[in-house]
């Protein structure tokens, strides 16, 4: 029998740290049978009802409303995630924050209740190894069957199982898949309670905190209150991981778990703050340690500080931190030195943040020192404007005041409601949104020309279905047809006039709309003094052919009857390149093996791109040999043939087909010769002669067993030996040569280079010897192991590492570090002795442990590791620390 006892105070849990947990939770689900996918970007994918992804499940919709078929009927992910509906609180309590990463375990249709609540137990007791006495699990009031599998599978005793209503315990959210709840939660013990009797399970203290929802979608809401069963009844369900990390590592908040406490940690550090030491300090450290989590991981999801929708929420995020940083004292730019300890933390779980750190640095630094330009400006404004309101014994800043702050110095509304809300004032929001609503009009009536984007799919969604668009451009280039619909980026409009963007569609088109790797027709679309010309061909849902681009002159309405002109050089050169594909994808055939299948392909009027399925680098000479083939293959002038016959009949005639690739009841064969035969829609040469010439580029890697050429024809080729020829003779003159004689001179002249790189090197030694001293009377014993820890001026990282040779062997036995500024930047270098690994020095945590002090990162090797940084400033600090570092390793 199971004792339960809700008040057992002491505790046997491992405290697994957050990477740990997630890797657990993970394989967990892997070994039943779930598959595990990465993390879907923060940027929604084809959801237009979301800014963010906020939840684990919002990235996999698609295949709970059977609008794509899931990968795996059951799948786990630890999806990250952002909220910032409750921005106001964040450091207000530790409660709160904008970023989360969320594990879940998914069943498209496959196990349901039995399978997800006996998992969830079995996670939490058995693999975190969470006491089974303090876990308390919630049903929906009237889910017996969840409530019995609880009590009479799990063997949970009826009084310790909560049912709850619809508020708490039922998901929906308006019409749609819906179905009641389970939660599971935890005891974290008096210490964290309210002390009021009877506080228990749904009690607002932190005590009780719940840590797993089951999520049982079984049910339809037709919108009005009526439920039917689900034929295809799923499993949703999440659990916070930092909300996991602190119940099992029996922390108070989400800001005391491993990973993010060393982040709050470095923020104290910066700012000569400590934490739990003043109310308003620790406000601050927590709105900059939960914001430059959230800031990191949308900048490496693409996302770019602007003035509206995720990049709006990125900027405050940002300008909120940069704040608050000035509030706790810090100086100068800080958030790149932070989001390196943010990349330190996480890149175990998402190791693009390590590989895109270098970008992310960049654009929290430009948008910190942009930020940093006005603020104070604007601070001083404000602070003009709140003495005019006392003085006028008023409370509520005027719109217009908060306007001229947001337009003139770039002060958010949302920021300037923060300032004043500190000092119980307030703004009159309606009056800044009228003085938002006028300038905005004003410049859209000053506004002329503007730069397509791309209309919003809605645009084209509202186009009467009806209207269709026929291709007829296989032989003509030019073709009269009445305009049928047309859009400016924001609506359907009846006529497009000079100046404006936007899309027209026709009855009948000779342009190629972007299909099957080959890119759409540029061209011009006439009708008396109007002018469109089209950048793009695309094709749109319901058979439509959109042309993209811009007027240049006059006007086109609706139903006028428009020339539309085909541009002939870049429709004739996308041909030579099309048409080469085949030949190429033949000729890798014959060179490598009927393995060979297309992957993918790219085809415009300057190059061609064929992606295939082979195992291994291509050798120079298979390289030569499949460019011989298409080359005596274009001069053999084959002739082209196009026929459109059953698909049936196509698979007679041997023709290669797209690999996964939908063909429908008539399909389009492609004949060179009798060399090569494809299933193909695209545009060709009519003989292989018009290519001209095949010149291959490059083959390289794309994916596992998928082989990438790049190549060139006809003019491109022409235009590329040209370009060869005009470097070589730059070449030429630069080393006083002929082309004759070029390599011989090359050969004197690397000779050269290789005889002064060595003396410089000696050199640069030398100096660095003598920069450095005499500083073996440094050197200190920490735990019986020898520590010589310095800086050598001016030494680059070859130098730094042959001095520490140098050292090292002056040393005999122990650890060597160096640290060296040169051109602006860090070089860090840690070596160990034999001896000193014995006793548990580790050159390569030991770096780790130093090179975030000068905003870098690094490691290597127990023996020998280096590190770049970028803040000069930070190395003494690094030197000190390396004593702490060492001394935590040595056993």
């Not at 702050?405 to 809300?421: A, K, N, R, S």
């Not at 992957?599 to 030569?624: C, I, K, N, Q, W």
Request: net charge negative; aromatic share 8%.
């Amino acid at each position: 029998m199971r004792t339960y006892c809700s008040d057992v105070e002491e505790r046997n849990v491992n405290k697994y740290g957050v990477n740990e947990l997630r890797k657990m939770f993970l394989d967990f689900f892997e070994s039943k049978g779930h598959l595990v996918m990465k993390s879907f970007s923060l940027v929604p994918h084809n959801d237009n009802s979301l800014l963010l992804i906020n939840s684990g499940m919002a990235p996999l919709k698609p295949y709970f409303t059977g609008q794509e078929i899931p990968p795996r009927k059951r799948v786990t992910t630890c999806q990250k995630c952002i909220r910032t509906g409750d921005i106001e609180n964040i450091g207000k309590t530790d409660r709160h924050g904008t970023f989360f990463e969320m594990l879940g375990n998914f069943s498209f249709g496959d196990y349901f209740k039995h399978e997800a609540i006996a998992w969830c137990w079995e996670f939490l007791t058995e693999v975190v190894g969470l006491e089974a006495d303090r876990l308390y699990p919630s049903v929906y009031l009237d889910d017996d069957e969840a409530f019995d599998i609880w009590n009479k599978e799990i063997g949970i005793p009826a009084e310790r199982i909560f049912r709850f209503g619809k508020e708490d315990n039922f998901w929906e959210h308006g019409s749609g898949p819906c179905g009641p709840c389970s939660e599971v939660y935890y005891d974290r013990g008096e210490k964290y309670g309210c002390g009021k009797p009877g506080c228990t399970v749904g009690c607002e203290c932190d005590r009780y905190i719940e840590v797993w929802n089951n999520v049982f979608t079984q049910f339809d809401n037709d919108g009005h209150g009526n439920y039917t069963d689900l034929s295809q009844k799923n499993i949703d369900t999440g659990m916070g991981l930092e909300r996991l990390a602190a119940v099992v590592q029996d922390v108070e908040s989400i800001f005391d778990v491993d990973t993010i406490q060393a982040l709050r940690n470095r923020v104290c550090e910066l700012a000569g703050k400590t934490y739990k030491e003043k109310h308003e300090w620790d406000v601050s450290i927590r709105i900059v340690t939960d914001h430059i989590r959230s800031a990191t991981f949308m900048i490496s999801d693409g996302i770019m500080p602007s003035n509206e929708g995720r990049g709006y929420v990125l900027r405050r995020i940002i300008r909120r931190a940069a704040r608050h940083g000035r509030l706790l004292g810090i100086e100068g730019d800080f958030l790149a030195n932070l989001s390196s300890t943010v990349i330190e933390g996480s890149k175990d779980g998402y190791p693009e943040l390590e590989e895109k750190k270098d970008f992310i640095f960049n654009v929290l630094t430009q948008e910190e020192s942009k930020f940093n330009k006005t603020i104070d400006q604007g601070l001083n404004i404000l602070a003009e404007m709140e003495e005019n309101m006392e003085k006028e014994g008023r409370t509520q800043l005027s719109g217009e005041d908060a306007f001229r702050l947001y337009d003139t110095y770039g002060f958010p509304l949302d920021l300037t409601m923060e300032i004043l809300e500190e000092k119980n004032l307030t703004i009159d929001e309606e009056g800044f949104q009228a003085a938002m609503k006028e300038q905005k009009e004003k410049a859209r009536k000053a506004r002329k020309v503007t730069n397509y984007m791309g209309a919003d799919v809605t645009v084209y969604e509202s186009i009467d279905p009806a209207i269709t668009s026929e291709f007829v451009g296989y032989d003509k280039l030019s073709w009269e047809s009445d305009v049928t619909a047309m859009t400016t980026e924001e609506a359907v409009v009846d006529a497009l006039t000079d100046g404006e963007s936007g899309t027209i569609i026709v009855e009948q088109t000779p342009f190629y709309g972007t299909m099957g790797g080959q890119c759409g027709d540029t061209g011009v679309i006439r009708c008396g003094d109007g002018e469109f010309v089209v950048q793009d061909t695309i094709h749109l849902a319901g058979g439509k052919i959109g042309h993209i681009g811009r007027m240049t002159s006059g006007m086109i309405k609706l139903g006028d009857k428009v020339e539309l002109s085909v541009n002939p050089a870049g429709r004739a050169d996308t041909c030579k390149n099309h048409s080469a594909t085949h030949l190429l994808q033949k000729a890798l055939r014959t060179v490598l093996g009927s393995h060979v299948e297309q992957a993918g392909s790219y085809v415009d009027a300057h190059r061609l791109r064929f992606d295939f399925s082979h195992f291994s680098a291509m050798t120079p000479e298979e390289l030569a040999k499949v460019e011989q083939i298409v080359n005596d293959e274009i001069n053999a002038h084959l002739p082209v043939r196009t026929s459109v016959m059953t698909l049936e009949e196509a698979k007679k005639t041997g023709a290669m087909a797209l690999f996964g690739e939908k063909y429908g009841d008539s399909v389009r064969v492609v004949q060179m010769g009798d060399f090569s035969t494809e299933l193909c829609g695209g545009t060709h040469v009519a003989n292989t002669g018009d290519i001209a010439v095949f010149k291959i580029l490059s083959e390289s890697g794309v994916a596992a067993g998928v082989r990438r050429i790049e190549a060139l024809t006809g003019p491109g080729v022409f235009a590329y030996y040209k370009e060869l020829e005009d470097r070589l003779s730059e070449a030429v003159k630069i080393v006083k040569a002929t082309p004759a004689n070029l390599a011989e001179k090359l050969t004197h002249l690397m000779a050269e280079v290789k005889q002064l790189s060595s003396e410089n090197e000696s050199l640069k030694s030398k100096a660095a010897r003598e920069s450095l001293g005499n500083v073996m009377d440094q050197v200190k014993e920490i735990k019986g192991v020898k520590l010589l820890a310095a800086k050598a001026d001016g030494a680059d990282m070859n130098g730094l590492r042959d001095l520490g040779d140098q050292l090292k062997e002056k040393l005999g036995e122990g650890v060597v570090v160096l640290a060296s500024e040169k051109d602006g930047k860090v070089n860090l270098v840690a070596m160990a002795t034999d001896s000193a690994m014995a006793q548990g020095a580790h050159a390569g945590n030991l770096i780790k442990g130093i090179a975030a002090l000068v905003g870098g990162g690094g490691g290597g090797r127990p023996n020998m590791a280096q590190a770049g940084g970028k803040n000069p400033a930070g190395i003494p600090q690094a030197i000190a620390e390396v004593e702490k570092v060492l001394e935590g390793q040595l056993k």
